[in-house]
């Protein structure tokens, strides 16, 4: 018999499965040109999947030992800003669809908030530990989800509310920026200070590093804080970026197929691969939204256009096969618990 100790443990990350699926409702679904009862059943299914997680978190919240790893390595800290994204993203999904429930929502990023308080308060004490002892941790993209809790609420205030004090709205976004730009710090210590290998050592959060800057970006044109040509320069600066961090990710992937194979080396499912889905998601949120601000007779509203029309399918591929090996991994899990069982 399996203990109760066993049952309903959830991964502290499951957060970013909520970041990925939402990413894609509130932005890249739009391109399939589904039904709209299609589309509302999907968004059904994904706040019922939503609240099943973050009932589950709650409840583990309160497991003796839970935050144990959280005291004890400052990086796995740094999970819970997965926890506000989510959070921030139903938010926007929810508006975005059901705009007549925009109190509860307005209630849910009240409290996403306050949380998103306490999580700061977090994040800066944990930076100063790894600024002490950053070579003894294993450091890597998760820290930039300090970056983007922090713009992930103020994205949602801009859906849940009619009006954003344009004070706050600054004073926040260059918070999460700056956390990015000492996360960034961090991460390139712990690549320059130690020795490493890309097929073992390079992380699978560490797409961060461009899907803090879309969502930033996603941030600053909601707030309209920037002119449309500093926007554009910025859309092209993430944009290298993302090309720079996903040809390290390819070269990563052929370094596991020719060490592990195929299917532990790329399509054994770990839940860290979520991040990914959500980074690619929200640059095509991030481009979507800029595309529609851009003169139409630009050079880079034409390659914008071209752009979204290919990353609709890239989003949704990913995330189908993401999907597959979820449903694989937790199929196998479940056989591996009834063997144990017997």
Known sequence: MLSIDKLKIINPAA????????????????????????????????????MVIYTL???????????????????????????????????????????????????IAVINSLIWICFVIL?????????????????????LLSAVATQSVVISWFQAF??????????????????????VVFISLRYIASTWTLADDWANTN?????????????LVFSQLLSSSFMTVFW??????????????IGRAISRITKYGWKRGIFTYHISQWSRNFTFGMLYAFTLALHSALS??????????VFLKVWAWVVLGLLVVEIVLWVG???????LLEKSSV
């Open 296 to 305: 139409e007779g630009s050079l880079l509203y034409r390659l914008q256009s």
């Open 207 to 219: 797409c961060i590093l461009h899907g803090a800057l879309s969502i930033t970006g996603l941030a």
């Open 15 to 50: 957060g970013t499965i909520v970041m990925a699926i939402g990413i894609f409702l509130f932005s890249a679904m739009d391109a399939f040109g589904l039904q709209e009862g299609l589309r509302i059943v999907l968004v059904v299914a994904f706040f019922m999947l939503g």
């Open 236 to 249: 092209v600066i993430v944009f290298i970026i993302f090309i720079f961090v996903e040809g390290i990710e």
């Open 329 to 335: 991994a937790r199929f196998q899990r479940e056989k």
């Open 123 to 143: 994040c800066i004490y944990h930076f100063k530990q790894l600024f002490k002892k950053y070579h003894v941790y294993t450091i890597h993209g998760v820290l």
């Open 57 to 107: 978190l709650t409840v583990q919240i309160f497991r003796k030992g839970f935050f144990y790893s959280f005291i004890h390595n400052p990086v796995n800290s740094f999970l819970v800003g997965s926890w506000i994204a989510g959070i921030a993203i139903i938010c926007d999904v929810v508006m975005k669809y059901f705009p007549k429930f925009y109190l509860i929502t307005q209630l």
């Open 162 to 183: 009619s009006r954003v004090p344009l004070p706050l709205v600054v004073f926040m976004v260059s918070l999460g920026f700056s956390f990015y730009v000492v996360g």
